[in-house]
């Protein structure tokens, strides 16, 4: 059984950072592109960063230049460094990545940010 597990949230101050990590178990093969999305409160999941097997990323918009994706094959983890905080970035975190056969995602980890 593949798993997902994330781990790194909490509550932050504004201008603060947090790093997520999201570590992949079971049987789930090789893995391609690797994400987090997030789903802030009253609002549709949206995608954050992608990275592929080979460490292509991106972004959205509103995260560039203070999100960082990364992720280690072997361990077959995924990171989310995250600085330069701000409450619009208030939302559960989700870790998702693709298997040969399907998308896996994780079960989410809470991000508040508020003084």
């Known amino acids: 059984q593949v798993q997902l597990v994330e781990s790194g949230g909490g509550l932050v101050q504004p201008g603060g950072s947090l790093r997520l990590s999201c570590a992949a178990s079971g049987s789930i093969g090789v893995i391609g592109t690797m994400a987090w999305y997030r789903q802030p409160p009253g609002k549709e999941r949206e995608l954050v960063a992608t990275?592929?097997?080979?460490?292509?990323?991106n972004y959205v918009d509103s995260v560039k230049g203070r999100f960082a994706i990364s992720r280690d094959n072997a361990k077959k983890t995924v990171l989310l460094q995250m600085n330069n905080l701000n409450p619009e970035d208030t939302a559960v975190y989700y870790c998702?990545?693709?298997?040969?056969?399907?998308?896996?995602w994780g079960q989410g980890t809470q991000v508040t940010v508020s003084s």
């Open positions: 998702n990545a693709n298997g040969i056969y399907r998308s896996y």
């Open positions: 990275i592929t097997s080979a460490g292509s990323t």
